[in-house]
């Protein structure tokens, strides 16, 4: 159900200000205890692991953080190693990078490492992801898919780490024109609410389901439980979809989403 959330979520459209207020870097900072927080940066997404866990390293305790820890798993034996845990125990806060949301499913699904993960977000660790690192957070994730039209069985899904449920995210979402795309996945099945989030944009999920809005541009949440009217199965791929009606929310900073009530808060 939407509703399924346990700890907190910071989900990231990616390009996040990294130079000038770094406002939502400075929350995720904030969020993990501020200068108590000790921050562990997964870069399992990135083909460059050393030279983006060097930047965040950087970032995060220029933004106030006690402790930074850089982890690149490059294989799922790492991922299962009895030492990892130790590493991630006393993490306040963790942070998925960007890169390739399926080289963090692909390493991290069923090892001690994820399970790690589900245990500190049980906990209320709150657990950051930009980009493909936003991509993951749902259980069920978009891998592959053009921009513009929406149409039939022209996006690949996977599942993805689930620690949000009900839930499909899209990022890079207005810069890359991704409505048709969301509109896609969720037509697949309408219960699932399509969240597609902007560059330089977050939304920060609570345990009650709530999230709230930070950043400098928009986040759009399209409801498709409504609809009476859909061509989903009946189109042969490739054919423009038709999918009606449907509730579409324009969010930005200021303004949030109930998650279990399916409306806007202002």
């Not at 979520?9 to 205890?33: H, N, P, T, Y």
């Not at 390493?107 to 977000?121: A, F, I, K, V, W």
């Not at 994730?141 to 513009?148: F, L, N």
């Not at 024109?177 to 597609?196: D, K, T």
């Amino acid at each position: 159900m939407a509703e399924h959330v346990e700890g907190k979520l910071l989900i990231i459209g990616g390009a996040e200000d990294k130079k000038g207020e770094c406002k939502i870097l400075k929350r995720f900072v904030q969020e993990s205890g501020g200068r108590e927080s000790r921050i562990t940066v997964l870069t399992a997404a990135t083909e460059y692991p050393r030279q983006v866990g060097v930047e965040y390293h950087a970032l995060f305790l220029e933004l106030g953080a006690q402790e930074v820890q850089v982890l690149d798993v490059s294989d799922r034996t790492q991922a299962n190693t009895q030492g990892i845990g130790k590493q991630f125990e006393k993490s306040t806060g963790v942070f998925f990078t960007g890169g390739d949301q399926l080289r963090i499913t692909g390493l991290l699904g069923g090892t001690l490492l994820g399970r790690m993960l589900q245990q500190l977000y049980e906990q209320g660790v709150i657990i950051a992801g930009t980009s493909a690192g936003a991509s993951v957070m749902s259980d069920t994730m978009i891998v592959g898919g053009e921009a513009g039209t929406a149409k039939k069985n022209t996006l690949t899904m996977a599942p993805g780490l689930g620690l949000l449920r009900s839930v499909v995210i899209d990022q890079h979402f207005a810069q890359r024109g991704r409505i048709g795309r969301l509109l896609s996945a969720i037509s697949q099945n309408p219960y699932v609410l399509g969240v597609g989030i902007d560059e330089d944009t977050a939304i920060l999920v609570q345990s009650d389901a709530r999230f709230s809005v930070v950043g400098s541009n928009t986040v759009t949440v399209v409801d498709a439980s409504p609809s009476t009217t859909t061509n989903v199965s009946e189109t042969t791929p490739g054919q423009a979809l038709v999918l009606s009606p449907i509730s579409m929310h324009v969010l930005s900073e200021g303004y949030g989403f109930d998650l279990k009530r399916r409306v806007s808060l202002l």
